[in-house]
Structure formats: structure tokens, C-alpha cells
């Protein structure tokens, strides 16, 4: 052989060969047939049984034997990938209708290995045989195997839509497809229609098709998807498992879980509901239980008492396979090119295989029943002159020489000469005269019933439907799965997926948060918490794990942070620091922290800054359902930082107190509702170098409680500050002074004796407030310390007596 070499660029080597590659798996494994609903793996496994006997009528045979006649004969591929695609034909809970039973472990719905092909037998289905039917009557059109050994059928027959109604799945280069299964009886019913009115529309055929019918049953939501793929191929509908809520002794529920969402793996949905329950993702379930048996499938999830049944469901459909999308995508081999096929187009390339097939079965037998027309009528004419046929056939040398003497001398034809030489002496009695010219009569009927279905395209069409029904009534079945028109929403409350539990939150000046158990909180007491030796505790709320806190910084930014999510710490452990959940930017601080149960109320926030700006915003403005960074709450200007929340309803009156001891008492009706991202009006008029030092809401027989840079403190009436309006300039609370004045660096509303704590840059005093003596608004207040000696003061905390 002569050496020939060829210098190609790699790509047109891959290009091409990949081409080949391509179109083999596309048209030859992967995709199905518009026509009989096979791929050529399941059509060589049906033939290879059909042609060994190895139907529905006898007995079982070993599978390895079937698997070894198609890999010997018609497939030339592994043993496994044919015995695979042999025991999913097995499979009740993968096909509406199987075409192969088995004897033996076949696999289950928990995607448990089927045994061995050795130990498992096998045989066609009934309905097999449908597809089978008349296949050696010329129907369709064989070609050589692999190795030219043998003949095999290019398609089958295929007596019922079977595309239809067992589905496909398959994935090949550039094309995948999704069919699901149908109800047999539907199908069918839907094909008659398109018989009798081809250019029915699809609404019209959903009225007899309304949809796929799983073999796992469930129920199936969206008519839109199911409308939008019978039109164009492509869809998508909701697979939802069917389940009902019984009651247990003691108040308690169960769900029970009858039907499953097709192709989901039972084993893997208990395991990951019981994956949630473990992991705490969502609360109320005590256990989940794989009760399946021989009388079907079962899955029981035992419920706490008092659990929202209904809630816990519906977290179940969005978070497990019990509720699945299924994407229509009916993609099949027509005319030997795969196209994406709307229901209408798929039954029209069944009828037109079924015209084919009938009108291809009725000439092979015309044309038989026209030869043994042609036998009778020689017969006959044989048998009424006998007496000189025998004598003809008697004076012959041989057989040959008979049959050329009959020809000749009774004008008979080659094959009716050999019929005459060939008949056997009991036919010659009067019966079978009789018999000869029943057979005759019979066959003459024959021959203008097929010649009618031959000539006739509207007898060959009733022809076609009289078979589907035929098939219909043999073979038609309830449908299994519910159809629902529309998509049900979902909706899961907060209480199902996080317990009822109550909860202390804090928080430091730090910015150290946590949650902590009351259990924990009593048993620490209030002052041994957790945290650094220069913090302190800024707030702590009794709350409910089902609760938001809302934690608010001084540069006009808050984060949402659901009180479950916080980390569940000992009360006289540290926190973690807020940045670790949500990052902050350098210098910013957390100023104060709330809890809120429900978004949807009329409180508001009340927000102050350093540089006499304020405003209020709703507290369902601050609701989210996005959190994983910081949101403003206020938009700020400059240098400018936020110094004040307060929670109120907006009619409450306020009082700011500015550094160089201006006091403005005014109502908060004055300020307008304003949106989180707004930067709010003018709370004061502030004097050159002044600045607010605190906005406080003010009672009545409440006391204004003031410190200065130089130790002093006073205690002052609420009554001593008249009504002003917004944006004034206030009235004095300190005394002038020239030399050495002093400045307010703390301020607060008292309602009750508190505890106070001033601090310098290195030492604090601490002390209660009934100890300071009220003045009017014209004095400095008492010295609490020498600030020659102490130093100076740079804040005052006042907190509550525990």
C-alpha cells in the first residue's frame, strides 16, 4: 500500500472530524425520532428482543443474553450503556408506559443501582408489541448493521404517538432534549383530532391534551408553559410534589409526602429536608421518615406543636426538590435533522409515519393476498377438470416436466403449475373445493379493502384511527399528575425559619455586639458583661431571635442585621465587633442600636447632628431585604456626624443643647416626614466655633442634667425653657464668662435619679444625679471635681440604676 502523507492545519482536521463526530451522536445515539419516540440504542434493544421471540407472550429471558444479541448484532457499544438503557425502559417511575419488563432488581426511585445483567430477565412489554407491530410486512425500511451481517429497521412502526407519551431526555453536541411523558389516552385523543382537523390550533388540542402526565404523578403548575411549549417547543412549568397534613395525638401535624416531582431522587429529598431540620434552617420539625413500601411511596415529616404546617411546606417547595422547575425543550430527529418541535408539528410527523406505515403494509399485502388469489384460481380451475390434470400430471417424466405439460396444455401459470404438482391428495375432496371458493370470496373482499386504503385518503385516515382506538382502549390509563393553571406563589413567614426564642441584644461604644440567652444574662447579672476595660456598654434590649436589630453609625449609615444571625455569646464574654459582620469605614462609630419586631408601624426616627441638623424618617423606610453592607440613613454634609437617635411618633418636643450652653426647646411638628437618603432641615441657629452636644426629647417634671470642661454639673427644670420655634438661636444655660468659660460637653433629659460617670483622658467619677442641686439657667452649677487636679472633662455618660 502506498504511503500517502497530507499536511492539514490542525483546526480542519478537528473541524471536520468533530463535524462527523457531531452529526453521529446527534442523528445516531442522543436524540430521538419524531416518528417512533427512540433513540437507536432503545430501537436496536426492542428489535433484537422482537426478532429473538422474546415478547410479552413467553417466557423471561436472561438479560445478558439480550444484551449480548444487540452489542453482537446491532449496536457496537459497551455492554453497560445498552444494559442501561434496556433497565431504564424497566423503570414504572422514568416512562408513563414501559416497554421492557423485568424480573429482578431494576433500580428504584432512590436512584439505587439495578443488579446485575446476569441476574435480572427480561422481556418486551405489551405495548412493546404495538411498536413492533407489522414490521416484517415491509412497513419500514431496514438497512445493514455495522458489520453487514445482518438487517436492521432504520424506525418502527410505532402503532401510537410514543414520543409523546414515554418523553426523552438526551443531551448531544449543540442540541439536548426534554420531552415529558403524557397520558396515553390524551395523546391519542389529540391525535384523532389532528386527523380530522389538521390545522387544529393548540388551544383547542389542550382541551383533550392539557399536559405532560408524570409517572410519579404530582401536581403541574402553569397552563402558560404548557400553551407556550406545544406552540414552540420550549416552556417551563413548576413539578410540585403532592403531599397532605394529617393531624397526630397531642395538637400535633404531620406532612405527608405521597407524590414526588418527576426524576427527583427520594433518597436525596428526605436527605436534604433532614439536612434543614439539622441545621436549624428551619424550625419546626421533630423528624423526617422514608416510609415508602410495597403500597407506594411515603415520606412523613413529624411536626413540633404549634408549627405552621402550611409555612413549613412552602419553605419545603423553595428549598427542596418537593417543588422543581421543568423546562420543556422538544427537540427530535425529523427528516434526519434534529428541530425543536411544537406538539401540533409531532403529531403531524406521527400521522404522516402512520399514512407511511399502513399504506406500505396494505401493498405488501395486497400484494400478497393478490398471489394467493392467483394460487385459489388455479386451484380451482384445477380441481374442475381433475380427471385431466391427474391424467396429464401421470404422463410425465418428472416434476418439472408436469408442471411444463400443465402450462402448455391448460394455459396454467409457473406458480399455479407448481401449486397443482405440490397439492396433496386429501385436497382433492369436495371440502376443499368449498374451502378453495371461500377463500376466494374472502380474499376477493380483501383485496378491495386494501385497494380502498390504497386509493382512498380518507379511508386510510379511518383506517389510522380505528387502530389508535383500538390501542386507546387496550391501553389507556387515569391520568397521575394534577394540572394547576397557574404558578403558586410562595410565601415563607419569618417564624418558620427561626424559632420563637427570646433574647437579650447589646452592643458596646466599641461597636462589640452580641446576643445572649436570658438564661445567661440572669445568671451574669447586669454589670458583669463582657468587654474591654475602656468600653462601655452603649444599649442592650430584651428581643426575639425573630426580631431586626438596627445598628446606626455617626456617619449617617445603619446595618440590618436579623437578630438570629447575630452570634449567640455568654453575657461575660466580649462580642464580636460589627465590622466582622458588616465592614465600616475608618472613623466610624456605632451611636446606637434598636430592635425592631415589625417594620410596618408609625414610628419614626428622630435624627441629630453635630452641626444643627435634624429629620425624620419612617421606621418601614429602614426595612430591607438586602444587607450584606452598610445603608445610609441620612445623607450628610461636610464633616458633619450624626450625634442622636431617638425613636418617636412626631409630635413629641425636643430640646438642643449646643457647646456654648444654648438651649432651643421646640416641637417636632415643625419637621417634615423626610426620606432615609435626605439630609434633613435646620434644628438650631448655631453661633461661629458652636456645635450640638445632644437633642434630647423632653416630659414633663422632667430636668435637664448638663457637665462643662471644668468639672461643673447642674441640674436644671424642664419648665425653666420656653417654647421657641425651629431653627432659632435658644436661650443661655450658662453663665458668661471671659476668662476661662465654661463649655458643655455632655447633656441629658432626666426623669428619674440616674447615675452619672464623667471622665477625662484618664481617670472617671462616677456619682447619681439626686446628688446634683437644681439651679436656674443662669449659674455654672456645682464643681464635682478640682479640675486643677482631676483635669479636664471630655464626657459624661449617664445610665440607668440597675
Do not use: C
Request: proline share 3%.
Amino acid at each position: 500500500m502506498n504511503e500517502h502523507i497530507q499536511s492539514l492545519p490542525l483546526e480542519d482536521v478537528i473541524g471536520d472530524r468533530f463535524g462527523r463526530y457531531s452529526k453521529y451522536i446527534i442523528q445516531d445515539r442522543a436524540i430521538p425520532d419524531v416518528r417512533d419516540g427512540l433513540k437507536p440504542v432503545q430501537r436496536r434493544i426492542l428489535y433484537a428482543m422482537f426478532a429473538e421471540g422474546n415478547t410479552f407472550d413467553k417466557n423471561f429471558r436472561k438479560s445478558a443474553k439480550t444484551v449480548g444479541n444487540v452489542i453482537g448484532n446491532y449496536h457496537p457499544h459497551g455492554d453497560s450503556s445498552v444494559y442501561d438503557a434496556m433497565v431504564r425502559m424497566s423503570q414504572d417511575w422514568k416512562l408513563r408506559h414501559v416497554l421492557v419488563e423485568m424480573h429482578g432488581n431494576n433500580g428504584s426511585i432512590d436512584n439505587d443501582p439495578p443488579a446485575a445483567m446476569r441476574y435480572t430477565e427480561a422481556k418486551l412489554s405489551k405495548l412493546a408489541n404495538i411498536l413492533l407491530q407489522n414490521i416484517n410486512k415491509d412497513t419500514v425500511d431496514f438497512v445493514q448493521n455495522f458489520d453487514d451481517t445482518a438487517m436492521e429497521p432504520m424506525v418502527l412502526p410505532a402503532n401510537y404517538p410514543n414520543l409523546l407519551v414515554n418523553g426523552s431526555t438526551g443531551i448531544s453536541a449543540g442540541y439536548a432534549t426534554d420531552i415529558p411523558p403524557h397520558n396515553l389516552d390524551e395523546v391519542i385523543n389529540a391525535t384523532l383530532k389532528i386527523i380530522d382537523k389538521p390545522d387544529v390550533s393548540v388551544d383547542e388540542i389542550m382541551k383533550v391534551l392539557p399536559g405532560p402526565d408524570f409517572p410519579t404523578g404530582g401536581i403541574i403548575m402553569g397552563k402558560a408553559g404548557i400553551k407556550q411549549a406545544y406552540e414552540t417547543g420550549k416552556g417551563k412549568i413548576q413539578v410540585r410534589g403532592k403531599v397532605e397534613i394529617e393531624k397526630l395525638r397531642g395538637g400535633r401535624e404531620e406532612i405527608i409526602v405521597t407524590e414526588i416531582p418527576f426524576e427527583v431522587n427520594k433518597s436525596n429529598l428526605v436527605k436534604r429536608i433532614d439536612e434543614l431540620r439539622a441545621d436549624k434552617k428551619v424550625d419546626g420539625i421533630i423528624e423526617v421518615r422514608d416510609e415508602t413500601d410495597r403500597n407506594g411511596l411515603r415520606i412523613a415529616i413529624e411536626l413540633k406543636k404549634d408549627a405552621n404546617s402550611e409555612g413549613i411546606l412552602n419553605f419545603l417547595y423553595k428549598n427542596t426538590d418537593l417543588q422543581v422547575a421543568y423546562n420543556f425543550n422538544m427537540v427530535a430527529i425529523s427528516d434526519r435533522r434534529p428541530k425543536l418541535l411544537g406538539v401540533t408539528q409531532m403529531l403531524n410527523s406521527f400521522i404522516m409515519h402512520q399514512k407511511e406505515v399502513v399504506t406500505r403494509r396494505s401493498q405488501f399485502e395486497y400484494d400478497q393476498a393478490e398471489k394467493r388469489m392467483h394460487i385459489v384460481e388455479g386451484l380451482i380451475k384445477a380441481l374442475s377438470i381433475l380427471d385431466e390434470v391427474i391424467e396429464v400430471i401421470r404422463a410425465s417424466k418428472n416434476k418439472a416436466d408436469a408442471k411444463q405439460n400443465l402450462i402448455l396444455k391448460f394455459d396454467f401459470t409457473e406458480a399455479q403449475a407448481e401449486a397443482i404438482v405440490m397439492l396433496q391428495l386429501y385436497r382433492l375432496t369436495n371440502t376443499d373445493i368449498i374451502a378453495l371458493e371461500s377463500e376466494q370470496e374472502e380474499l376477493k373482499a380483501t383485496l378491495n379493502e386494501l385497494s380502498r386504503i390504497l386509493n382512498d385518503e380518507n379511508y386510510l385516515k379511518q383506517v389510522i384511527k380505528k387502530e389508535l382506538k383500538a390501542v386507546q382502549r387496550a391501553f389507556k390509563e387515569e391520568r397521575r399528575s394534577e394540572i394547576e393553571a397557574k404558578i403558586a406563589e410562595i410565601k415563607i413567614s419569618k417564624e418558620i425559619l427561626v424559632p420563637n426564642e427570646d433574647t437579650i441584644v447589646s452592643i458596646t461604644q466599641e461597636g462589640y455586639i452580641k446576643r445572649t440567652s436570658p438564661r445567661s444574662f440572669g445568671a451574669s447579672g447586669f454589670n458583669e458583661i463582657g468587654m474591654k476595660d475602656d468600653d462601655m456598654l452603649l444599649t442592650y434590649h430584651e428581643s426575639n431571635l425573630q426580631h431586626v436589630a438596627i445598628v446606626f453609625t455617626n456617619k449617617g449609615r445603619y446595618i440590618y442585621i436579623p437578630v438570629h444571625q447575630l452570634p449567640d455569646i455568654r453575657w461575660k464574654d466580649l462580642g464580636t465587633h460589627i465590622s466582622q459582620i458588616v465592614p465600616l469605614d475608618a472613623q466610624e462609630q456605632v451611636i446606637s442600636m434598636i430592635t425592631v419586631a415589625d417594620f410596618n408601624n408609625d414610628t419614626k426616627l428622630m435624627i441629630a447632628t453635630k452641626y444643627g441638623m435634624i429629620k425624620l424618617s419612617a421606621m418601614k423606610d429602614l426595612e430591607v431585604t438586602r444587607y450584606s453592607k452598610p445603608l445610609v440613613y441620612m445623607k450628610l454634609k461636610n464633616d458633619d456626624i450624626v450625634q442622636t437617635i431617638h425613636l418617636v411618633t412626631g409630635d413629641e418636643h425636643i430640646l438642643v443643647i449646643t457647646k456654648f450652653g444654648m438651649a432651643l426647646h421646640y416641637s417636632l411638628s415643625e419637621v417634615s416626614e423626610t426620606g432615609l437618603k435626605a439630609a434633613g432641615v435646620k434644628s438650631i441657629n448655631l453661633k461661629e466655633n458652636d456645635e450640638v452636644i445632644n437633642t434630647e426629647i423632653i416630659y414633663p417634671d422632667s430636668t435637664l442634667l448638663i457637665a462643662t470642661q471644668r468639672g461643673a454639673m447642674k441640674k436644671m427644670d424642664i419648665d425653666l425653657f420656653e417654647e421657641g420655634k425651629r431653627a432659632q438661636r435658644g436661650l443661655m444655660v450658662l453663665k458668661e464668662l471671659k476668662l476661662n468659660p465654661h463649655f458643655v460637653i455632655g447633656a441629658y433629659v432626666l426623669t428619674a435619679d440616674m447615675q452619672y460617670v464623667i471622665y477625662n483622658e484618664n481617670n472617671k467619677k462616677d456619682g447619681f444625679t439626686k446628688d446634683i442641686r437644681k439651679t436656674d439657667r443662669y449659674t455654672n452649677g456645682s464643681f464635682i471635681v478640682d479640675d486643677k487636679v482631676f483635669g479636664t472633662i471630655h464626657a459624661l455618660r449617664v445610665n440607668s440604676i440597675e
